[in-house]
């Protein structure tokens, strides 16, 4: 008996001194030292390596490794033979910036159910003796950073070694780049655990593409999107109801009907009301198709999976709609594309007055261009209200309306840019905008806005709430704002929000948006009867004030 109980302290103090590590748990970890290395170990930094051939190395090394010894031993040796790791004494010095920290996060490297202590020390030091000024994998434009000197492996799947290695690459972009990682629904760490099977499970193309647009997707961003006609046909198809619609209260109003070259009979009309398709709700729908079509918020959802709604790879879709009082069951015909007929609709006025008085001014913020704002001045600045319609997206005018309308410069925005020589971390500044001016414009801003209104038109928004007497109406805005970072991954195009941009005193835009001052938001009704509700809102206000 004592032996038996002597042979079972041994085996146990064996099996939990060598800690056994899941297929996950050693993938987790390779993912985020390989990234970890990549951007801050000088001599892979510098590009001396092919960095991508090693990931692929440890990958296969990794099967051999069955517990947390093995492990460390791995790292260790593959640290040492990238070369030696001089002091950085400018590593050292402080400067002035103001950091934004939210984002940053290194804790990983302490876990130890994963790193001993002698690997934690390692990587730490090479965190404090980091590669500093070039990296042979990042370029810097202007404000914002881009990748480069990446390998392109092609859109096709050829092995789990390549996946993996795409889904690395993606997840350290945004572990280090992404200024909004903290905001995304599911911590980011947790994200990269759930993504390995998915990508472990690959076997086609489809199922590759998919994987990768489920991960973009996790950035809750909506700016970001992955472009793959493979899930377009496939996935949303390449057929449609010839209609065009708007949305609310969660169902589509059809507002045009549009013709095909078969001259064929549409069944639906002008006022229909869809409130379901192929068995399924609007929410349901969007829900359905939003695991793959990534968006800072609901609204931005629906906004960009609306488009997709009437689209499928059948013949016909099923819908029920809301006429006259009654709900209808329709089966409506699908066609391609190329084969539907559009009306050439006219060119929208830049700008008008848009009452008898002319008293009440219009911008479409969507057409008018630098060009044309003096002229534009000129012409409404007797108006003793100019409404500036934002809900599009506008063309680079912010600067120059900014010096026309505003009395006085004024802080409008705080953005936050990565930060190249500690990778992770952003730093702060704050952006004036306009001039002093006398002859600024002393009568009322109305600026509408809804779910439309993103990026620089959301910036822009943010400018006009500078004048003294704007008032902001609509609903929220997309909630994405930030120049933007394009790339490929897995050689298909994609992109995420680049730079952090706040209200100076430091409160988020992102994923909440701009609140209007008013809030008003299209209904059935309204839609129906071709009346633009916010426009008339905005109206009310002019003359009341309320």
Same mark, same amino acid.
């Given at each position: ?124 030091y090479i965190e404090n003796n980091r590669n500093t000024g070039d990296n042979h994998y990042l370029g810097k434009g202007g404000r914002k950073i881009y990748f480069r000197n990446e390998n392109s492996y092609g859109s096709k799947f050829t092995s789990k070694e390549i996946a993996l290695l795409e889904l690395f ?117 969007? !829900?359905?198709? *939003? #695991? =793959?079509?990534?968006?800072? %918020? &609901?609204? /931005?959802?629906?906004? @960009? ?5 009437l689209f499928t790879n059948r013949d016909s879709i099923s819908v029920k709609v809301e006429r006259d009082g009654q709900n209808l069951p329709i089966t409506a015909k699908t066609y391609f594309v190329k084969d539907l007929t559009y009306e050439t609709t006219a060119v929208p006025q830049k700008w008008t007055f ?66 190249? !020589?500690?990778? *992770? #971390? =952003?730093?702060?500044?704050? %952006? &004036?905008? /306009?001039?002093?001016? @006398? ?54 195009d994609t992109c995420f929000t680049g730079l952090g941009a706040y209200y100076p005193d430091g409160r988020e835009t992102q994923r909440i948006g701009i609140i209007p001052d008013i809030i008003v938001k299209p209904s059935v009704e309204g839609i129906k009867n071709g009346i633009d509700e916010v426009l008339q ?10």
């Open positions: 008996m004592r032996k038996l109980s002597l042979f079972l302290f041994v085996f146990l103090s064996l099996h939990f001194s060598a800690q056994v590590l899941s297929e996950n748990q050693k993938l987790e970890s390779l993912c985020r030292v390989w990234g970890f290395l990549k951007y801050y170990h000088p001599n892979v930094a510098k590009g001396k390596l092919d960095w991508d051939q090693q990931l692929l190395h440890k990958i296969n090394d990794l099967e051999k490794i069955h517990d947390k010894t093995e492990l460390n031993l791995l790292y260790s040796e593959w640290i040492e033979s990238l070369g030696k790791v001089d002091e950085c004494k400018s590593c050292l010095k402080e400067d002035d910036k103001v950091y934004f920290l939210n984002n940053f996060d290194l804790k990983w490297i302490d876990n130890p159910n994963i790193f001993t202590e002698q690997t934690a020390q390692t990587l730490h690459r993606y997840w350290n972009y945004v572990e280090y780049f992404f200024p909004y990682k903290y905001e995304t629904d599911q911590n980011w760490g947790d994200v990269l655990s759930e993504m390995i099977p998915t990508f472990l499970h690959i076997n086609n193309d489809e199922n590759y593409h998919l994987a990768l647009a489920e991960l973009v997707t996790k950035t809750d961003d909506s700016h970001a999107f992955l472009f793959s006609t493979l899930i377009s046909l496939h996935q949303f198809g390449n057929r449609k109801i010839p209609v065009e619609y708007s949305y609310a209260e969660g169902k589509l109003v059809i507002t045009k009907v549009n013709t095909t070259r078969f001259n064929e009979e549409i069944p639906l009309r002008i006022g229909d009301v869809i409130y379901d398709i192929n068995g399924k709700t609007i929410p349901q729908m969007v !829900n359905d198709l *939003g #695991k =793959f079509i990534p968006a800072s %918020n &609901s609204w /931005g959802k629906i906004r @960009k999976v609306k488009k997709l709604l848009i009452d008898n008085k002319k008293s009440i001014g219009y911008v479409n913020m969507g057409v008018i261009e630098r060009e044309d704002l003096d002229e534009m001045y000129r012409n409404l600045e007797s108006a003793t209200s100019i409404i500036f319609d934002l809900r599009n997206y506008p063309k680079q005018t912010i600067i120059p309306l900014s010096r026309i309308l505003l009395p006085k410069s004024a802080v409008y925005y705080q953005f936050n840019f990565p930060e190249t !020589n500690y990778p *992770g #971390k =952003f730093y702060s500044k704050k %952006n &004036s905008i /306009g001039r002093k001016n @006398k002859k600024y414009y002393k009568g009322n801003v109305v600026v509408l806005v809804d779910e439309n209104t993103q990026s620089q038109a959301e910036t822009t928004t943010m400018m006009f709430k500078q004048h003294p007497n704007a008032k902001v109406i609509g609903s929220n805005t997309s909630g994405a704002n930030g120049d933007i970072i394009r790339f490929k991954i897995a050689d298909l809102r905005a109206l009310r206000y002019i003359e009341t004030k309320e």
